[in-house]
C-alpha cells in the first residue's frame, strides 16, 4: 500500500527557512519521479516542482524558483523541499506526489498523495 507522509511545515516569519521531508513507502521510490504540489487557503492545487528518479532533472515552479530546492535520498525513501526566502503568499498546505508511471522521464501527473504538512509564513 503506497503511503506518502509529509512533515516539517510550522509557523515561519517571512525571510525565513524550512526543509519539509516525504517519507515513501509501499513502492519502489527510486523508480518514480516525485512532486510537491501545495494549496493556499481558499485556492486550488499548485504545482511546486519534481525531479526525476535519480535525483537530477529539477523542475521548478517560477514562483519558487531560486528559493526552493527539491532533492531525495533513495537509500532512505525520502523527498525533501528546502524553502528559503519564505513570503506570505507561501502559505499552504504542502502535498509530496508520486508520478503515474515508472522511470517515464516526465511529469505525467500523480496518483498519490499524503495529507500535507501546513506552512504558513507570517509575521
Known amino acids: 500500500q503506497v503511503q506518502l507522509v509529509e512533515s516539517g511545515g510550522g509557523l515561519v516569519q517571512p525571510g525565513g527557512s524550512l526543509r519539509l521531508s516525504c517519507a515513501a513507502e509501499?513502492?519502489?521510490?527510486?523508480?518514480?519521479?516525485m512532486i510537491w504540489v501545495r494549496q493556499p487557503p481558499g485556492k486550488g492545487l499548485e504545482y511546486v516542482s519534481d525531479?526525476?528518479?535519480?535525483?537530477?532533472?529539477?523542475y521548478y515552479a517560477n514562483a519558487v524558483k531560486g528559493r526552493f530546492t527539491i532533492s531525495r535520498d533513495n537509500a532512505k525513501n525520502t523527498l525533501y523541499l528546502q524553502m528559503t526566502d519564505l513570503k506570505p503568499e507561501d502559505t499552504a498546505v504542502y502535498y509530496c506526489?508520486?508520478?503515474?508511471?515508472?522511470?517515464?522521464?516526465?511529469?505525467?501527473?500523480?496518483?498519490?498523495w499524503g495529507k500535507g504538512t501546513l506552512v504558513t509564513v507570517s509575521s
Open positions: 525531479l526525476n528518479e535519480s535525483g537530477g532533472g529539477q
Open positions: 509501499g513502492f519502489s521510490f527510486s523508480s518514480y519521479r
Open positions: 506526489a508520486k508520478n503515474l508511471r515508472s522511470s517515464s522521464g516526465r511529469f505525467d501527473g500523480m496518483d498519490y
